[in-house]
Every structure is written in C-alpha cells, then in structure tokens.
C-alpha cells in the first residue's frame, strides 16, 4: 500500500496488506511403496503439475548433491518452484541428522507436487467477455475456482514489457514460493504448520525457518536480492515492514561455485536476518478494493533497474524524491493508526462518522463534524487522503525522471475518478505501480457502488479482500472444499 521502491533500501518502511487470494501447494508420493533394491538409488523423481496452465514436468533429484534436473517439460519451466524445491530439500536434510533413513524413504517415494493459485492472482478479463458477461465481480464468481489462465500476446522486452502471464500483480510469484517451500518443509518433517510459531528444530520459530528459505529460493529466481517484503507478507500476514540486508544471502549467490546446498542453508540459516516487521490492519470498518483496469499488468524488475538507473544518474533530485516520499508514507501510517485508536478509544461515534460520510463525497465529510470527537476523526480521515495524494504525486514524479510508468496517465484518471466517490477514503497502485490492479479503501458499505462505478469504466472490480493471515495447512483440497482465505497455503497428502 506504501513503500513502493522506497522499501529496496533500509531503513524505509513500507505497509503491507495481504488479501485472501492464495497460493496452494499440494505434496504427496508418486509410489505408496519402495522397492528394496531402490535404497542404491542415487536418484529419485520429483512431478510438479500446475493444472491452470496445463503444465507438468518430471525431474530427477540428486540425493547426494540436491540438484534438479529435468528430464521432460510440457513448456517453460518454474525457477520459482524448482529453487524452493531445492532448498526446502536441503532444508530436510541439515534438519535430520539421527533419522535419515525415514527421509531417504520419503524421497525414494518421489515427491509429487501440484500447484494451485486461487483466481484473484490472474486476469480473467477475456473469458469474461467473451461470455458475454458484464466486468462485474459477480460474473468473476461465476467462473470455476482454480480456472485456466490467460497469456499476454509476446512483446519485445523492454521498461514497459508485460509478464508472461497476464496478471492482477497480488505477488503471485512469492507466494507460490511460500506455498512450495512450506509444503515440502511440512512433509519432510522441518516443520510442523499446526504450531507454525513455536520453536523448531533450527532454534528458532517454524515461520522463521519457512521465511528465510523461501525468501532465498524467491531471490534466486528472480536473479537479485529484492525487498522481501512480498514473501514476508506470504509468510507472516499484514505488517508494516522494513527489509533484511541483503549480504545475509551473500552464501546463497555465491552457490554456484560448488559450495553444498545444506552447507548454504546452514549458513543462511543461522545469518543475521535483520528485517523488521510488526503486524498491521486497516482501521475498523474499512475495506480493501482492487480494481483490474486490463491493462495486463507490468514488469516489476524492469521498473525498479529503470528507477536505480535514475537514482544513479540523478543522485541529488532522487534523494529529495525519496525524503518527501518516506515522510508522506510516515504521514499515512500515522493517520491510519491515530483512526484505530480513535475508533477503540470512541466506538460510537467512531461508528456513527464513518456509515455518515460512507455515503457522502469527501468534500462533504467535514458537515458532520459538529462534535469535538466527530471533528478528530474526520480531520484524520481528511488527512489521510491528502497523504495519499502527496504519494502519489511523489510517485508521479518519480516515474517521468526514470522513464516508467509508475502511475501512468489512465491510471491517474481512474484514481482521480475513485478518490472522488462516495465513500472512498483513498486509492492509489500498489507496489511499484504501473498497469497492475489499482487499490482502493472504502468506509463502511459504500464498495458496491464503488465496484458499479468501477464496472461502468470497464474496470473489472475483484472478489480479493484484506487477510491478515500468512502461510496455513489446510486439511482439505481446495478443488473439492473450495478454501480460500490468507494468503499462500498448504496441503499434503
């Protein structure tokens, strides 16, 4: 919500929602039993399905070196899932050091992972269409969970290039990570996701143990050391939340000189991992909106390695960017909380202000502050919008000194349009901007006429909500169950 770019660099904080749209990672044997003569093996096989893209591919798993190689795909493959593979891998077996017989049998089962993420990750905007159904959230509901994803048409890369898949821009890629990581991990017996906090095996919290892998494997993929804040958010729920440096991953890029992946994960694992992180929520009696404007979303890294470009080249104007920037993102935070303590603090009248102005434009709001108490909240409400519009204009700037479209022009009209709705306290692009899905929070019940407006500027209103709940295990499938809250989940077999 802020802290875009910002957040690359300590001690800038940024905060953080997650939302119900989630990952799953379904972990079980290829073979219920092990022939005797297999424990020569020195190989084993790992399936890994994504039934959305109609994708499988079969790999070979070293035991003694804990290297992937695959051996048949049905197209592109997944760094993503195969570097969390590796490391969760790993992971088992610095973790079980007495019992590695009942280990080497676990993998001598093969391992057979299904991936699985929920709807609100992707753009469903064609299918939509071309059923003949209005861009409304209802016709979202009519599609089946789990349903097939669209491709962007193939562009020349480049600052603005889209992602291969088309994308609503949730972090799909760290979540999916998380979901796989903390799978294996459960399977293999690291950790135990039914009391993820409690001290495990390496010391510290069975959460922590999932973050520091996942954000390795999900740093690896990508080819840089990122924030983090995407995979912590995967892992940990909403928060507020200011990067780890990046040389604790120093042992981990440098593994390709030969080094063993476990001596790596030990290394990693007992590193200085010195993020910060608190949990947040929105103040009561407010809700998250996202808004898919079918752009078909952006390229992150291009737009980051386009704004350290500018950082580099115009250090002096960068720097005074990125002040004004961290104190409006300060000013924001700090108005969201003042709200939650006015709204604990006074509920009545907390509650009376916010059904009042869910119905009114904001230019109206201050009618209603005929009270002391009245006039508090609605000074705070008020000032938090203009935060948010001091961001985004900062973001503006920011955008047409690097050359990127952070908020580009049909997203500053679509913002505009939002901010001046009944009921909407503030809305901006999330991350690091460009055509993903816009944002908005909402007072009370004023969504629905949110989403109608929405709907009506062929901007397809999603069914994802604010979660503030982290990595799970869930007990069922979620093809036949139909679960769907947090943020990246797990479920074995």
């Given at each position: 919500?802020?802290?875009?770019?910002?957040?690359?660099?300590?001690?800038?904080?940024?905060?953080?929602?997650?939302?119900?749209?989630?990952?799953?990672?379904?972990?079980?044997?290829?073979?219920?039993?092990?022939?005797s003569?297999?424990?020569?093996?020195?190989w084993?096989?790992?399936?890994?399905?994504?039934p959305?893209?109609?994708r499988?591919s079969?790999?070979?798993?070293?035991?003694?070196?804990?290297?992937?190689?695959?051996?048949?795909?049905s197209?592109?493959?997944?760094?993503?899932?195969?570097?969390?593979?590796?490391?969760?891998?790993?992971?088992?077996?610095?973790?079980?050091?007495?019992?590695?017989?009942?280990?080497?049998?676990?993998?001598?089962?093969?391992?057979?992972?299904?991936?699985?993420?929920?709807?609100?990750?992707?753009?469903?905007?064609?299918?939509?269409?071309?059923?003949?159904?209005?861009?409304?959230?209802?016709?979202?509901?009519?599609?089946?969970?789990?349903?097939?994803?669209?491709?962007?048409?193939?562009?020349?890369?480049?600052?603005n290039?889209?992602?291969?898949?088309?994308?609503?821009?949730?972090?799909?890629?760290?979540?999916?990570?998380?979901?796989v990581?903390?799978?294996?991990l459960?399977?293999?017996?690291?950790?135990?996701?039914?009391?993820?906090?409690?001290?495990?095996?390496?010391?510290?919290?069975?959460?922590?143990?999932?973050?520091m892998?996942?954000?390795?494997?999900?740093?690896?993929?990508?080819?840089?050391?990122g924030?983090?804040?995407?995979?912590?958010?995967?892992?940990?729920?909403?928060?507020?939340?200011?990067?780890?440096?990046?040389?604790?991953?120093?042992?981990?890029?440098?593994?390709?000189?030969?080094?063993?992946?476990?001596?790596?994960?030990?290394?990693?694992?007992?590193?200085?991992?010195?993020?910060?992180?608190?949990?947040?929520?929105?103040?009561?009696?407010?809700?998250?909106?996202?808004?898919e404007?079918?752009s078909?979303?952006?390229?992150t890294?291009?737009?980051?390695?386009?704004?350290?470009?500018w950082?580099?080249?115009?250090?002096?104007?960068?720097?005074?960017?990125?002040?004004?920037?961290?104190?409006?993102?300060?000013?924001?935070?700090?108005?969201?909380?003042?709200?939650?303590?006015?709204?604990?603090?006074?509920?009545?009248?907390y509650?009376?202000?916010?059904?009042?102005?869910?119905?009114?434009?904001?230019e109206?709001?201050v009618l209603h502050?005929?009270?002391p108490?009245?006039?508090?909240?609605?000074?705070?409400?008020?000032?938090?919008?203009?935060?948010?519009?001091?961001?985004?204009?900062?973001?503006?700037?920011?955008?047409?000194?690097?050359?990127?479209?952070?908020e580009?022009?049909?997203?500053?009209?679509?913002?505009d349009?939002?901010?001046?709705?009944?009921?909407?306290?503030?809305?901006?692009?999330?991350?690091?901007?460009?055509?993903?899905?816009i944002?908005?929070?909402?007072?009370?019940?004023?969504?629905?006429?949110l989403?109608?407006?929405?709907?009506?500027?062929?901007?397809?209103?999603?069914?994802?909500?604010?979660?503030?709940?982290?990595?799970?295990?869930?007990?069922?499938d979620?093809?036949?169950?139909?679960?769907?809250?947090?943020?990246s989940?797990?479920?074995?077999?």
């Open positions: 919500m802020t802290g875009g770019y910002l957040i690359l660099e300590k001690p800038n904080a940024g905060l953080v929602l997650s939302t119900n749209a989630r990952f799953y990672a379904i972990v079980k044997p290829i073979n219920e039993e092990v022939k003569e297999s424990w020569a093996w020195q084993t096989d790992v399936k890994l399905t994504s959305q893209l109609s499988e079969m790999y070979k798993l070293s035991l003694k070196h804990l290297t992937l190689q695959c051996v048949s795909a197209d592109s493959r997944n760094p993503f899932v195969e570097h969390a593979i590796q490391y969760a891998i790993a992971a088992a077996h610095l973790a079980t050091d007495k019992d590695k017989e009942a280990l080497h049998k676990l993998f001598l089962q093969g391992l057979d992972i299904t991936i699985l993420g929920s709807n609100d990750f992707y753009s469903y905007r064609n299918q939509i269409e071309s059923r003949g159904l209005p861009l409304t959230p209802e016709s979202l509901g009519t599609l089946a969970p789990f349903a097939s994803i669209t491709f962007n048409a193939a562009e020349s890369n480049g600052a290039s889209k992602p291969e898949v088309a994308k609503t821009g949730l972090g799909s890629s760290a979540a999916m990570t998380t979901a990581v903390a799978a294996l459960h399977y293999l017996g690291v950790v135990d996701l039914s009391e993820p906090c409690r001290e495990g095996k390496f010391g510290c919290s069975d959460l922590d143990v999932i973050h892998i996942a954000q390795t494997s999900h740093c690896l993929a990508q080819g840089e050391v924030s983090g804040f995407d995979v912590s958010c995967a892992v940990y729920g909403s928060q507020r939340y200011v990067r780890f440096s990046p040389e604790v991953l120093s042992s981990a890029q440098v593994a390709v000189t030969g080094l063993p992946l476990y001596e790596v994960i030990g290394k990693i694992l007992k590193g200085n991992w010195d993020h910060e992180r608190s949990e947040i929520s929105l103040p009561p009696l407010m809700n998250l909106f996202l808004g404007p079918g078909g979303g952006s390229s890294p291009s737009m980051v390695g386009a704004v350290k470009k950082q580099m080249s115009d250090p002096e104007k960068a720097r005074d960017n990125w002040q004004k920037l961290s104190e409006a993102n300060l000013e924001l935070e700090t108005k969201l909380n003042i709200l939650s303590k006015l709204a604990k603090d006074h509920w009545d009248v509650l009376g202000v916010i059904k009042s102005c869910s119905l009114l434009t904001s109206k709001w502050a005929t009270e108490i009245n006039e508090a909240i609605i000074k705070e409400l008020l000032g938090a919008r203009e935060a948010m519009l001091g961001i985004r204009i900062l973001m503006r700037q920011m955008g047409e000194a690097a050359g990127v479209p952070i580009p022009e049909s997203q500053t009209q679509l913002l349009s939002t901010m001046n709705a009944e009921g909407v306290l503030f809305a901006g692009v999330p991350g690091a901007g460009g055509f993903d899905a944002f908005a929070i909402t007072l009370g019940d004023s969504g629905s006429k989403t109608q407006a929405w709907s009506s500027q062929n901007v397809l209103a999603l069914l994802v909500r604010e979660d503030p709940h982290g990595v799970c295990l869930e007990s069922g979620p093809r036949t169950t139909g679960i769907t809250s947090g943020v989940s797990v479920h074995l077999e």
